[in-house]
């Protein structure tokens, strides 16, 4: 008996040094403002090139359901980069509005937020990034920080500076001899506006710097096909038309012609090739040190974007372009080129990093981990998703997905735009509408779409699938504690917040 404890204890000194030595590190890659459809694995159509991210992608599984919960600010990324360092639902935000007066959120949040949790499990941290509209008390927390703002079209301007902090990083770490795993924090500035990009990446997606207003560019043949869920205009006032991302996005600004936005997809192409070229050089330097293979890699965005879809540019809106992000994750334990349709939200990235790396989450997370998924173990882990957007006009947007079921409702212009859209994603994954049947859309897009893929909201035969949906979403809305109700729900008796 006495030899079998002694046996088990020695196994267990034996195993956990090991087990130490052997935590994985955490490189986390996360772009501004893009849409999933940017990706060939995503979108067969994307002429985006991109062997970097396709490898990871082949090597580690892919999310068809990856979500940002939403906003309730023009600036999108805000709420999107607090709900990822601190794993909090949207209305649970240290900035969401009245959470802090209502006891929705703890004080202090930022020590126990992404860094802060992994310094003090022993990681070695650094973040580079772009500045501003993001989580500054949360950011602070890494021991290496390196920001700027980097939208150029130079090595120095753009893309690669953000690289060469890691590197620099790395090369550090080697100088040191450090032996704690890593948590790297790993940001772009692009392909957020203004998109300029290198000269021969312009060159190679047809598309150029666009900078005078008054003219258009012309249509490159060369350049990005229109979107197949392109409009020329949005079919209705969605309460967001003149935010910035609408009317001042410099290249677009309020153009919605073929060329203009062709042009604008080139521009998307090149920063995103640019970043895939700057993730590759991180990613040989850690196979060079033989830190890769035990690297988690996560590639994400803070959020989609619309360039032309609908009609619309920005990030202001519910569509999948805009509500989802790419998701790819690569690394021990994952079985290369696996799918998970399942559901997740940026928020759920602090359980999940916190669960690969053995480190428990703060008692103020709020996220799932979906390390089960990774692992194959389970399909999903969330069966519902909720998605708000009311940084404009109040109450606003709000959507709710189950399965391949979709409503999206819109609730502005002082009670003038009462809208709901109700989605099977299965078969109308691109949301498309009655607009884009109109005969000079197919002529622009070269997509007929079927005849069920529109709006079904207003079609007998799903009254009870929209009413099922209308009911979930309340519930969720409740749940999540959002802070206003649509023309069509109860007032719940919630206090009227300012606007
Ligand atoms: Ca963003």
Not at 85 to 93: D, I, K, Q
Not at 132 to 156: H, P
Not at 282 to 292: F, I, N, W, Y
Not at 368 to 393: C, F, N, Q
Request: glycine share 8%.
């Amino acid at each position: 008996m006495r030899m079998l404890s002694v046996l088990a204890f020695s196994l267990c000194v034996f195993v956990s040094p090991v087990a130490a030595a052997g935590r994985p590190n955490i490189l986390f890659v996360n772009v501004d403002d893009q849409s999933p459809y940017d990706f060939k694995f995503y979108n067969s159509n994307s002429p985006l090139q991109s062997p970097t991210i396709d490898q990871l992608a082949a090597q580690g599984m892919v999310f068809d359901a990856a979500y940002h919960m939403g906003s309730f600010s023009g600036a999108v990324c805000t709420p999107s980069r607090h709900m990822i360092m601190c794993g909090r639902t949207v209305w649970h935000l240290p900035l969401s509005p009245g959470a802090m007066q209502k006891n929705l959120c703890p004080p202090n949040l930022e020590k126990n937020t992404l860094a802060a949790v992994f310094n003090r499990a022993g990681y070695k941290t650094m973040r580079t990034s772009k500045t501003g509209n993001s989580y500054a008390a949360a950011n602070k927390q890494f021991t290496v920080l390196k920001e700027a703002s980097k939208r150029g079209d130079t090595d120095d301007t753009g893309s690669a500076w953000h690289a060469e902090q890691v590197l620099d990083y790395l090369k550090q770490r080697e100088a040191n001899k450090d032996k704690e795993p890593f948590l790297i924090d790993f940001g772009f500035s692009h392909p957020h506006d203004t998109r300029d990009g290198k000269p021969e990446l312009l060159a190679k997606y047809g598309a150029v710097n666009h900078v005078d207003k008054k003219t258009v560019p012309p249509v490159n043949p060369k350049a990005p096909a229109l979107p197949i869920s392109y409009l020329p205009v949005h079919p209705f006032n969605h309460g967001n038309m003149t935010v910035r991302d609408e009317v001042a996005v410099s290249g677009v600004w309020g153009s919605r012609d073929e060329g203009t936005i062709r042009n604008e997809l080139g521009r998307e192409c090149a920063c995103s090739e640019n970043i895939d070229t700057q993730i590759g050089r991180v990613l040989e330097r850690l196979r060079a040190m033989g830190e890769l293979d035990n690297t988690y890699i996560i590639y994400t965005a803070d959020h989609g974007i619309a360039i032309g879809r609908h009609g619309l540019q920005g990030k202001q809106n519910l569509y999948e372009h805009t509500w989802r992000v790419p998701l790819v994750v690569k690394g021990p334990g994952i079985k290369p080129g696996s799918r998970a349709k399942g559901n997740v939200y940026l928020l759920d990235l602090l359980a999940t990093m916190c669960d690969l790396a053995g480190v428990k989450p703060p008692d103020s997370n709020e996220g799932i981990s979906y390390k089960p998924v990774l692992e194959g173990k389970a399909d999903t882990v969330r069966d519902v998703l909720y998605g708000v957007y009311t940084g404009g006009e109040k109450p606003g947007i709000r959507c709710v997905r189950k399965g391949d079921w979709k409503l999206i409702k819109y609730d502005v212009q002082n009670g003038i735009v009462h809208e709901t859209q109700l989605f099977n994603l299965a078969d109308n994954p691109s949301e498309l509408l009655e607009q884009h049947h109109d005969l000079k859309v197919i002529a622009l897009t070269g997509n007929r779409p079927d005849k069920n893929q529109v709006n079904l909201a207003g079609d007998p035969k799903y009254a009870d699938k929209l009413k099922e949906m209308e009911e979930l979403l309340l519930a969720e809305m409740r749940r999540l504690n959002d802070p206003y109700r649509l023309w069509s729900q109860p007032k719940d008796d919630l206090p009227v917040l300012k606007k």
